[in-house]
């Protein structure tokens, strides 16, 4: 009775796999085991294999999920789901109907090959204040961070070839002086970029370039090394917070002494901290920045250490002239 139960039911699976499962392999299908192929993409696969225990279809038929891409942890849980619906199932057919719930599932996540990334941010990015929206049929993940009164709104999107293409970006909103709302925005566009267009001058040394996942790069970049750094990062010159506490409050004006600077190292200044500096020998070599002691570069003082000491070194001389003539009035 069980045999022919079970061959009835591969005769049915022979006869129906193509239209019940498109885009579907079958590999091997006989009483011993049965295995299939699934592929939505390149990376979004698994092969199922199954087998009929002794008893069945009185009992759950076994089911086991292989991948190289789609991490383990995400295999073992939709395995037990598998499970649970099979035992539902007893004395009923079972093959294709556990077939179709994998094929649904492969179809319906495209969080399937980044589910580890996706806790990951989950778990160590998000705060009580903060707030995730995921959206697992789009395949988008809102988010709003918020660090003391600044917050910075984006979303990402995780298109069908994940991570063979670049996760998507788009900000939604923030309270962050304008130029560092772009550098974040477009620093993170490049990053995502890099990670599946390979460089334009290869090295000989370097291994042949493989895509690499974006989604937890891009996560982790925006939020601890922007949103969550600047609002309490000092003046590398007086050590103040370079951000006033109230987004409010922040100075527009580039000539302002208070106006917030970025140099090349990503440290802040204030403008009147940073001119004053640049300004003062010692000019040698190029000013190096007091917190990492790499070269400061920046558009506004883009000027050699020779022409950066002659200009001192003329402002000190009328200086002196004017102290002299002050000395003499008095």
């Not at 192929?37 to 038929?61: A, H, W």
Request: hydrophobic share 30%.
């Amino acid at each position: 009775m069980a045999d022919s139960f079970i061959q009835t039911e591969l005769h049915e699976l022979r006869k129906e796999y193509q239209k019940e499962l498109p885009g579907s392999e079958l590999i091997a299908c006989h009483p011993v085991s049965v295995r299939v192929k699934m592929t939505k993409t390149e990376y979004r696969q698994f092969d199922v294999c199954l087998q009929f225990p002794e008893g069945y279809p009185n009992t759950s038929i076994v089911v086991e999920l292989k991948s190289k891409t789609i991490p383990e942890k995400l295999r073992d849980g939709l395995t037990k789901v598998c499970d649970t619906e099979t035992k539902k199932l007893c004395g009923k057919p079972q093959l294709l109907p556990v077939l179709r719930l994998l094929k649904q599932f492969l179809d319906d996540n495209p969080f399937a090959i980044c589910s580890e990334e996706l806790s990951f941010i989950k778990k160590e990015l998000i705060t009580e204040k903060d707030q995730i929206k995921v959206k697992q049929k789009s395949g988008s993940i809102s988010m709003t961070i918020y660090q003391d009164n600044y917050y910075f709104s984006f979303k990402m999107i995780v298109p069908e070839e994940y991570p063979a293409k670049q996760v998507c970006i788009q900000k939604v909103d923030d309270n962050f002086p304008k130029l560092f709302s772009t550098v974040f925005f477009n620093q993170a566009i490049e990053m995502a970029r890099q990670c599946v267009e390979p460089p334009l001058k290869k090295k000989p040394k370097d291994a042949p370039f493989e895509p690499k996942p974006s989604l937890k790069l891009i996560a982790k970049f925006l939020v601890e090394d922007c949103i969550r750094r600047y609002p309490r990062d000092p003046c590398q010159i007086c050590k103040d917070n370079a951000f006033p506490p109230d987004p409010k409050s922040v100075v527009t004006v580039p000539s302002n002494d208070r106006y917030i600077e970025r140099v090349y190292c990503c440290h802040l200044f204030h403008h009147g901290c940073l001119d004053t500096f640049m300004k003062t020998p010692p000019f040698t070599g190029g000013k190096k920045c007091p917190g990492c002691k790499q070269r400061i570069y920046h558009d506004k003082w883009n000027i050699t250490p020779r022409l950066a000491e002659e200009r001192w070194a003329h402002q000190e001389a009328k200086r002196r002239e004017l102290a002299e003539v002050v000395d003499f009035l008095e």
